[in-house]
């Protein structure tokens, strides 16, 4: 199969258009278009490319769209859907980021309703990952730890360290499920043979972000590089290293709560905050340096996905590094998000009104954004 760079970003531009609700969602349109309309991929070879981007670090969705690029098309199809699916989104919220480069630049109602937005939906995605990651007592106690070690500790050398720590304590601690594959993906020779370049790229641009912490390069790598579950577990992380050298911690939870309502991956808060911090040109570094580390994995494991996902022993060090992401995100939704957003009664209020909204009501983000940035402003 070798379909054209034309083809293949028109197909991932309109879902970069319409693909709200996050990740999840995302695979869903994914489904939809890829397999059942056009035929590219079987059921098969699709859940286990999904299984593949659950396994390794990074935005799930936008890993997705990649693998499927590039069986489909080799590096150019990668790049035809990565353009696609980002560009919209990355685009709109480069542009927020360059407007509020003062947080003054937003009312201050509308931007504290945005912050209690913002309160909400890490909630919705703490209790929902809990729920799915952290169902048995091992790995409720993992994500505990790392949660404990975050309010404690809070620095970023502490979220690396705590998900390290719970990556090796789950390989010798948990055994989960795992069955092999049936079949693989397509895979275009040049992705095999450079399979093993992409790995030490990779590794080679980690030790270097990890050596030059604060720059914004160096900050997004290591989020697109290092991010277990991918979409709000960057939350941490991120503002760890740029708040408040390089942006405000209100411009960081306001874009945090406008990206809820735009289409695309969630990872294109990176955009928004290299426009905050440097305009167009940081948006641009900034957009490449968080999704660079996706390309580089799967372009690295592709070919060995099969191996890698029905070994046991990696499996479990992926749910205990799984667990200790809910930690570091529980940690994370108080402090920065509850103690910058919540300052009187009525805050709660409209938190939990807005959480009913969105996991009881099934209300559309984009809407929450919109109806609370009005709110916020009246109130």
Not at 14 to 29: D, E, I, M, N, R
Not at 34 to 51: F, G, N, P
Not at 90 to 111: C, Q
Not at 157 to 178: D, E, R
Request: proline fraction near 6%.
């Amino acid at each position: 199969m070798n379909r054209s760079f034309a083809e293949i970003f028109s197909v991932f531009l309109k879902l970069g258009l319409t693909s709200f609700g996050g990740p999840v969602a995302h695979l869903g349109y994914f489904r939809e278009a890829i397999v059942e309309q056009r035929k590219w991929l079987s059921d098969s070879a699709y859940a286990d490319l999904v299984a593949l981007c659950q396994f390794i670090p990074g935005p799930g969705s936008s890993q997705v769209g990649l693998g499927i690029g590039l069986s489909a098309g080799g590096f150019r199809g990668a790049l035809a859907a990565w353009l696609g699916f980002t560009m919209p989104s990355a685009l709109a919220m480069a542009a927020l980021g360059i407007y509020v480069k003062s947080a003054d630049a937003i009312p201050t109602g509308t931007l504290a309703g945005l912050k209690i937005l913002a309160v909400a939906v890490v909630a919705q995605a703490v209790l929902g990952m809990a729920k799915s990651l952290c169902a048995e007592a091992k790995t409720a106690t993992l994500a505990g730890l790392a949660l404990a070690a975050m309010l404690i500790f809070p620095a970023a050398w502490v979220q690396l360290g705590a998900i390290a720590s719970t990556a090796v304590l789950g390989a010798i601690i948990l055994k989960p499920n795992t069955k092999a594959s049936a079949d693989g993906l397509p895979t275009p020779s040049l992705v095999k043979k450079l399979a093993w370049p992409a790995l030490a790229l990779f590794i080679g641009l980690l030790a270097w972000a990890i050596a030059q912490p604060g720059s914004l390069a160096s900050t997004c790598y290591k989020a697109g590089a290092l991010v277990f579950g991918g979409g709000h577990v960057v939350l941490p992380l991120l503002q760890g290293e740029m708040v408040p050298s390089l942006v405000s911690n209100d411009t960081f939870l306001a874009g945090y709560g406008v990206a809820q309502g735009v289409p695309g991956p969630l990872f294109t808060l990176g955009s928004y905050l290299g426009g905050a911090a440097g305009g167009w040109t940081g948006a641009l570094i900034a957009t490449l340096a968080i999704f660079l580390p996706s390309l580089l994995l799967i372009t690295a494991v592709l070919p060995v996905w099969s191996k890698l996902v029905a070994n046991p022993k990696a499996r479990a060090a992926v749910a205990g590094a799984n667990a200790g992401v809910v930690g570091i995100l529980g940690a994370a939704l108080y402090d920065p998000v509850f103690t910058s957003a919540i300052k009187a009664p009525h805050h709660i209020a409209l938190a939990v009104s807005i959480y009913i909204a969105l996991t009881m009501w099934k209300i559309p983000p984009w809407v929450l954004v919109l109806a609370v940035g009005g709110i916020g402003a009246f109130l």
